[in-house]
């Protein structure tokens, strides 16, 4: 059992509508849930479904507050309040938690309880954890719409377009039958990759925002019984020793407290 929510919102039309005020609400609708999953509001993307009053939508939320008002983006409350002044009444109606067979994740709603945060991607499969990727020294998960901000306003939409690319990263690795396995494992390890060079941007604007350090996780490629890095015991930024005796979280084996890096091993 998780602190994941399954939900249904609700878009009841209160009058008949016009041809061209139907299109106007559609599209509305869609900016609403765009907002949603952009800025972490939902861990899921999902198609609306017609009703005999409207339409429904089935998501599942990070925790019981990620739609109250004052954790939606100013872009999606435009968009609520111009469907409610067309007659639109969105509600939801929470339906359960979500059962999962990973350990109970708990969230974090306080960022003053966390010493640093660990910005970690851990899932081969998109599921609504898989969308969680900010953790606490406690293990605990952040929720990402506790990003929106002013000063940096597109932080918690870039996260979530970086979550789907490494997501892709990943599944290209598990399934390419060895053909693109390498150059995947060289994305998820290399400090110079593409996925890296873009995830460490985003790590910097995280501290900015949260005033705390993020460690950006790298893979320790573990393939034929060994190390493909052959000085895997050191940081590979600083070159400081980084291994651990015991693993950070149950899941690092490396950590730099200097460059704020943690190793993982990827097993071929």
Request: proline share 3%; glycine share 4%; hydrophobic share 40%.
């Amino acid at each position: 059992m998780s602190n994941i929510y399954l939900v249904t919102i609700s878009f009841n039309l209160n009058k008949q509508l016009t041809a061209e005020e139907k299109d106007r609400v559609w599209s509305l609708m869609w900016q609403f849930e765009s907002s949603l999953y952009k800025y972490g509001n939902t861990l899921n993307p999902s198609e609306f479904f017609l009703t005999e009053t409207g339409f429904i939508k089935y998501a599942a939320i990070p925790d019981k507050n990620a739609l109250s008002d004052n954790n939606i983006t100013p872009y999606g409350l435009v968009a609520k309040e111009q469907l409610e002044k067309m007659g639109v009444v969105i509600s939801y109606n929470i339906l359960a938690k979500h059962v999962t067979d990973s350990d109970e994740i708990i969230m974090e709603q306080n960022i003053d309880n966390a010493e640093f945060l660990i910005l970690y991607h851990s899932n081969l499969l998109r599921d609504y954890e898989s969308q969680l990727i900010l953790r606490t020294d406690q293990g605990k998960y952040l929720p990402t719409y506790m990003l929106n901000n002013n000063e940096d306003p597109h932080l918690a939409a870039d996260l979530t377009f970086w979550i789907d690319d490494y997501a892709a990263v990943d599944r290209l690795w598990i399934s390419s039958y060895k053909k693109l396995e390498p150059i995947m494992a060289k994305q998820k390890a290399n400090l110079d990759s593409d996925i890296s060079i873009e995830g460490l941007k985003i790590r910097q604007r995280i501290e900015n925002v949260l005033s705390k350090k993020v460690f950006y996780p790298l893979a320790e490629w573990f393939r034929k019984g060994k190390y493909a890095r052959s000085n895997y015991s050191q940081c590979p930024s600083c070159g400081e020793h980084w291994d651990l005796q015991e693993p950070f979280l149950y899941i690092f084996n490396f950590k730099c407290n200097k460059c704020f890096l943690l190793g993982y091993d990827l097993s071929d």
